[in-house]
């Protein structure tokens, strides 16, 4: 079956640009989370919903940083006037409640953020 | 806040031994363990999960340990393969069903 999509899978900004990012889940899957994973590093947290409700955002960087999920399905990770340390790949994944006793998370393949 | 500590050094080994990579964490113990890979351009892949009353956990040539006294996983692939070539990431899940905190990751490279 269809897994977690993406796109854009690559995006360029200018420094100062709004991005918008989306993310499109598995079908049913109830929970929904960003992360954000720098080069050579490991994904870091960014916020989490839990079909259309927002449940905890306190990784998000800053106030520039806003995700929304306003059906329980498709959610946009928006990014407004962008700075170079923004740069970074950024991961969405979808998983199942109470269902799945591994608590496995789908990842979808990232989109990769470049600010210049 | 809960960190998670792996080998940031690269792995190196010969095809048909075995990787062990170390996964540590401080603070309290986390009540589950994940363990993903994760190939270049691409999203982590779910591979096996220990909870916190587990000793250890088996999937095919994949074995996961869990010492809630040194504070570690070990994570071993038995008869490596080159195709078992990838950054494994652990991951500390606080309670089900949430977010997960990684460790940096452990680049494995399996040599023919």
């Known amino acids: 079956g269809a897994g977690v999509s993406q796109s854009p899978r690559y995006k360029v900004a200018k420094r100062g640009q709004d991005v918008a990012l989306r993310c499109d889940p598995i079908?049913?899957?109830?929970?929904l989370f960003w992360y954000q994973q720098a080069l050579g590093q490991g994904p870091e947290f960014l916020t989490y919903f839990q079909n259309e409700a927002q449940l905890d955002k306190s990784g998000l960087p800053s106030d520039r940083f806003f995700a929304e999920r306003p059906e329980g399905s498709v959610s946009t990770l928006k990014i407004q006037r962008t700075q170079q340390e923004d740069s970074a790949v950024y991961l969405c994944a979808s998983s199942l409640v109470g269902r799945d006793r591994n608590y496995e998370q789908y990842f979808g393949p990232g989109t990769r953020l470049t600010v210049t | 806040s809960q960190k998670i500590e792996q080998n940031s050094e690269a792995l190196n080994i010969q095809e048909g031994k075995t990787a062990t990579l170390t996964c540590n964490y401080t603070?309290?113990?986390?009540?589950?363990l994940q363990w993903y890979r994760q190939d270049p351009g691409r999203g982590p892949v779910f591979l096996l999960l220990i909870r916190e009353n587990e000793k250890e956990k088996r999937k095919e040539r994949l074995k996961v340990t869990f010492d809630t006294t040194l504070k570690q996983s070990l994570f071993h692939i038995t008869a490596s393969q080159p195709a078992d070539s990838a950054t494994y990431l652990c991951?500390?899940?606080?309670?089900?069903?949430?977010?997960?905190?990684f460790g940096g990751g452990t680049r494995v490279l399996v040599k023919p």
């Open positions: 603070n309290y113990s986390p009540a589950y």
């Open positions: 991951a500390h899940l606080k309670a089900a069903g949430n977010k997960l905190t």
């Open positions: 079908s049913g899957h109830v929970s």
